[in-house]
């Protein structure tokens, strides 16, 4: 069982479903700085990938993560990893400001890329991410965890593939998190490095309204931030919301906050509700409160009736293999290359132009 009290260090692990020969997607680490990185290479090397070079400039980093993949070796250097004619994928989980630079290093010597959410964190990063991609022919892959590697996400989103809700109207997510501050390194309360609320834990969201609505272009109808909590850290904003348009027609409203009380027995009490015209969807991702500590909850409602749906160990996490195909065939089947960039550039306009809470400030959506 997953120990789910901090986000920080919560890593799902799946089934080992290899798509691929021993050997044929070496993948290298570059940068540890969020605990991300042990889910991003669990999902990973289940699919069949081997983590070959590790590197991390704090040493003892790159030790703990070899006990978790002793088949991994330290490299010597950044450059190593970049330079190794083995490596195919460059995974990361530095501090969110270096996210974009390290995946366009790795572009740009040959190599697909997989970066923890946020991959960027402002539109020039964006717009160079964007060029150098579709200059090199490389992969920009982007872990958005929230959908991708949670089973209960998953199994709802075949349930609307298969019409089980008959057409999506409206999707609404709240998405708390603990803080855990005294845990948290200085970077994590400054924007500058780790580009606001919105842009941070709100990009997951947004990457699930366009995957559960279809959509492939969203407008931001309205945006929100605030620091109500944590004053001691002007910088960090510990609450965000939007709402977004989506181009056929659907809805989406999202809310995430750092707020979650000691008292729960998981790091965020994560829930999803998806409206369709015959019926609507509850996930109930960590936990069900009071009831179930376990999480991958799926309630269905439809014509035919009521379900509860235990969703953990059934689908598994086909993003990992299908994004490893992507890079050995050249297909879009795990996510298109807009997708993975277009839920950055909502994150980053609805996190540069809505209001601020106690700031008396507003950017008007334009």
């Known amino acids: 069982m997953q120990i789910k009290s901090d986000g920080q260090t919560y890593a799902p692990k ?10 044929e997607f070496p993948i290298g680490v570059v ?9 991003m290479c669990n999902g990973l090397s289940e699919a069949g990938a081997e983590v070959a070079l590790v590197w991390d400039p704090v040493p003892e980093r790159v030790e703990k993560f070899l006990e978790a993949f002793p088949g991994a070796k330290a490299a010597a250097s950044r450059d190593e990893v ?31 890329y997989f970066a923890d959410k946020p991959p960027m964190i402002n539109t020039a990063q964006l717009l160079a991410a964007r060029e150098t991609a579709a200059r090199t022919g490389r992969k920009f892959g982007v872990y958005y965890s929230g959908h991708i590697h949670v089973e209960g996400a998953v199994y709802a989103e075949e349930l609307v593939k298969q019409g089980a809700i008959g057409r999506v109207v409206q999707i609404m997510i709240c998405c708390p998190h603990r803080a855990s501050v005294d845990t948290r390194p200085d970077w994590f309360f400054d924007k500058k490095q780790y580009g606001g609320i919105i842009v941070d834990i709100g990009s997951h969201q947004i990457a699930q309204i366009l995957i559960l609505t279809g959509a492939k272009d969203a407008k931001i109808s309205q945006s929100f931030v605030a620091n109500y909590n944590f004053r001691q850290y002007p910088d960090f904003e510990d609450y965000g919301d939007a709402t977004l348009i989506c181009d056929n027609g659907c809805t989406g ?19 999803t509700f998806i409206l369709g015209t015959d019926g609507y969807i509850e996930i109930r991702k ?30 598994g996490f086909p993003f990992f ?9 050249g297909t879009e089947n795990a996510a298109t290359q807009d997708f993975m960039f277009k839920v950055m550039e909502l994150s980053i306009e609805a996190q540069e132009k809505g209001w601020a809470a106690g700031t008396g400030t507003f950017k008007e959506n334009k």
């Open 286 to 315: 960590y936990i069900d409160i009071a009831a179930d500590a376990d999480g991958d909850h799926v309630y269905l409602v439809n014509h035919e009736g009521e379900q509860h749906i235990r969703a953990a160990n059934t689908v």
């Open 14 to 23: 799946g089934k080992s479903e290899p798509v691929c020969k021993s050997g």
């Open 82 to 112: 970049m330079k190794s004619p083995n490596v195919r994928l460059v995974a990361s989980a530095a501090i969110p400001k270096d996210r974009c630079g390290i995946g366009l290093e790795a572009m740009e010597n040959g190599k697909h």
């Open 253 to 271: 409203y999202f809310r995430v906050d750092w707020f979650t009380p000691k008292g729960l027995g998981c790091w965020g009490d994560g829930r």
């Open 31 to 39: 940068g540890m700085d969020h605990g991300h990185i042990y889910g």
């Open 321 to 329: 293999g299908q994004y490893i195909r992507d890079c050995i065939d």
